[in-house]
């Protein structure tokens, strides 16, 4: 078996384990929001504050049911079909997945695309990963009141480009030899694994992944796309 094939067996199994994952979730998760709507049916018996948190908790409840939802519809999706996927739309999931996180840390997480046919070829479900992958990095980057930006254009060659862009503490020169290395991580829970994976599933589609990053300014990262030729 080569390492295209073992690593794609790799994110398969992720694949499965990650939906058992969320599926496992949602029964606590059921059990929460009961136990809050039955709290609500005694509202006039709560103090104002202590209400004010029942309703609070009820809305994060909704929140992670909602983001449950939608990575176990993803990942019910095969993992082998390719088709045609506007970058805007996709990185629209994937700021709308990542924006509770963003808030906690009070990141600005905004879109800007350009107007244009911002369409690619590609798996839907490994590049969604992908993008969540590069923009969940970039959020761990910023300090309170940073910003990272989603953003897509076309080149003059015609090859559309998703930029990541954040005011983080970017990456050290020493370690920017060794960022796309398995295991290589300065996260203090990181796997090391996130961008050499997001690196091999965008070399199967033919893109390209690169960055530029100073030391305590920022990191921008660009996956250059080959043309849709499908259309």
């Known amino acids: 078996m080569n390492q295209d094939s073992i690593q794609d067996n790799k994110l398969k199994l992720l694949g499965k384990l ?8 949602r029964n606590p998760l059921s059990a929460i929001k009961l136990n809050l709507d039955l709290i609500k049916m005694h509202e006039s018996e709560l103090d104002p504050e202590v209400l004010e948190s029942v309703y609070d908790c009820g809305k994060a409840a909704e929140r992670i049911q909602d983001l449950t939802d939608n990575i176990l519809n993803y990942a019910r999706r095969s993992n082998n079909i390719n ?3 506007s970058l805007p739309e996709i990185s629209k999931i994937a700021i709308q ?10 990141i600005n997480l905004v879109g800007n695309f350009h107007p244009g046919n911002l369409t690619i070829y590609a798996n ?3 590049l969604l990963q992908v993008i969540l992958n590069l923009v969940n990095n970039a959020i761990d980057s910023c300090d309170k009141r940073g910003t990272v930006k989603i953003s897509a ?12 862009d954040d005011n983080g503490c970017g990456i050290s020169e020493e370690d920017q030899k060794r960022i796309f290395e398995d295991f290589f991580t300065k996260k203090k829970h990181g796997t090391g694994l996130g961008l050499s994976v997001c690196k091999l599933i965008l070399d199967d589609i033919g893109a390209k992944l690169s960055f530029k990053s100073q030391l ?16």
């Open 124 to 126: 839907e479900n490994k």
């Open 216 to 231: 305590n300014i920022g990191t921008t990262f660009s996956i250059t796309f080959a043309k849709n030729e499908s259309e």
């Open 83 to 85: 088709e045609n996927i």
């Open 18 to 25: 990650t939906a058992s994952l969320f599926h496992e979730i």
């Open 97 to 106: 997945l990542l924006t509770v996180k963003a808030s906690k840390k009070s």
């Open 153 to 164: 254009e076309t080149n003059t060659d015609g090859q559309n480009i998703l930029l990541i």
